[in-house]
């Protein structure tokens, strides 16, 4: 019989889903103590939001403004030393994936006696952290507030890869729909194509068990419904699109994933292309090179929702007018792709196995030939 958990179940100990959830900040952190720190983005302070925030708070938390771009290793080190110095209570991580990985990684390894980039590289000596974190996702979405992962660039190896720990995963989780309304078009597109993605391939890793199959069922038709509304401008959708993107990530934190993901990280590092449209255009060759294990999943959804997964894919990408970044492009290191490929956790859960002999045609599919 086929067992209906994951070997190891692991959930945020507290979600709060409803508009407005932000400012119920200061209520959550009193638990962990009365100083904290805020890592956020630039649009939050911009906004004015990071300002009211602030104001609400009997003793307002020190802020930390990541500056942009993918969390690399440099940035979760000075985000560490700043820990180490301020000896907050708390870590609040308020803002998109790369915020949320940024303070993750710098909250779990925040007493930790080795530079980050040590501990990618060996993940075995990763100590417990003792510093709780609280999640609240800006964008929908990358899924980061319910995992144990943070992706980090290491810019000297021009590499993508990830850390992760049980105990990085953030205490508590905070899902404010009124944080999307102000999402530019864009984000919107690449962060909810990266959602999608991540149902999708959750609902077919070979890891996946009937509870997370349920969840990414769940998470990718409330996708399919949502998406390209809410690019189009309808905020009315921004919840819904929160909550299938976290539910997404309670699916993905626990049957991995898939080939789209082993490749978007390299990829992505490579052509600078943002990880969803880095996974939205990669999905096509895969899920045909996928279509012998997985055909009786898409049938299925496909009769019961309506929903054709690489049809509705090819769609949005027309409707949003969103480039393929890799389409003509030749990659300088094969070789390294390959490699790099080849080693990801998530690779290792597609349903079909993936090697050297149909890894360089699946390459050449979505970039138009390699050399």
């Known amino acids: 019989m086929t067992d209906l958990l994951p070997s190891h179940l692991i959930l945020p100990q507290e979600v709060i889903s409803h508009a407005g959830a932000l400012f119920e900040l200061p209520n959550l952190t009193a638990r962990f103590g009365v100083n904290g720190v805020i890592v956020h983005g630039r649009s939050l302070?911009?906004?004015?939001?990071?300002?009211?925030?602030?104001d609400v708070f009997a003793n307002p938390p020190m802020c930390w403004c990541h500056s942009g771009g993918e969390p690399t290793l440099?940035?979760?080190?000075?985000?560490?030393?700043?820990?180490?110095?301020?000896?907050?209570?708390?870590?609040?991580?308020?803002?998109?994936?790369?915020?949320?990985?940024?303070?993750?990684?710098?909250?779990?390894?925040?007493?930790?006696?080795?530079?980050?980039g040590h501990y990618q590289r060996h993940p075995q000596e990763i100590p417990p952290a003792t510093l709780p974190l609280i999640a609240v996702p800006t964008t929908a979405g990358t899924g980061s507030e319910a995992t144990i992962v943070s992706v980090l660039t290491d810019a000297d190896r021009?590499?993508?890869?990830?850390?992760?720990?049980p105990t990085h995963?953030?205490?508590?989780?905070?899902?404010?729909s009124d944080l999307l309304t102000?999402?530019?078009s864009f984000t919107r597109a690449a962060s909810g194509l990266d959602a999608f993605v991540q149902a999708y391939e959750s609902l077919t890793s070979i890891h996946a068990t009937p509870f997370t199959r349920a969840l990414s069922e769940t998470a990718l038709v409330q996708l399919a419904e949502n998406l390209l509304p809410f690019y189009q401008g309808d905020n009315c959708r921004a919840a819904a699109m929160l909550q299938a993107s976290f539910i997404a990530g309670v699916a993905l934190s626990h049957a991995r994933l898939g080939i789209i993901h082993g490749l978007a990280h390299?990829?992505?590092?490579?052509?600078?292309?943002?990880?969803?449209?880095?996974?939205?255009?990669?999905?096509?060759?895969?899920?045909?090179?996928?279509?012998?294990?997985?055909?009786p999943d898409l049938d299925r959804i496909n009769a019961l929702y309506g929903i054709d997964i690489p049809q509705l894919v090819d769609e949005w990408m027309r409707a949003m007018n969103l480039p393929n970044p890799f389409q003509g492009?030749?990659?300088?290191?094969?070789?390294?792709?390959?490699?790099?490929?080849?080693?990801?956790?998530?690779?290792?859960?597609?349903?079909?196995?993936?090697?050297?002999t149909n890894l360089p045609h699946l390459l050449s599919e979505i970039m138009g030939g390699i050399s």
């Open 169 to 176: 995963l953030p205490r508590c989780v905070i899902l404010d």
């Open 266 to 295: 390299p990829l992505g590092v490579r052509f600078h292309a943002p990880h969803g449209l880095a996974c939205a255009c990669c999905l096509p060759a895969c899920l045909a090179l996928n279509r012998p294990a997985i055909q």
């Open 74 to 116: 440099a940035a979760v080190d000075a985000l560490r030393a700043k820990i180490r110095e301020h000896r907050p209570d708390w870590v609040t991580a308020v803002g998109g994936g790369s915020v949320m990985d940024l303070a993750k990684a710098a909250a779990g390894l925040a007493d930790a006696p080795q530079p980050t």
């Open 182 to 184: 102000a999402c530019p």
């Open 45 to 54: 302070q911009a906004s004015g939001v990071l300002d009211r925030l602030r």
């Open 329 to 356: 492009q030749t990659i300088s290191d094969p070789e390294a792709v390959i490699r790099e490929t080849l080693a990801s956790g998530s690779t290792r859960a597609n349903p079909v196995p993936i090697t050297e």
């Open 158 to 165: 021009g590499l993508k890869q990830s850390i992760r720990h």
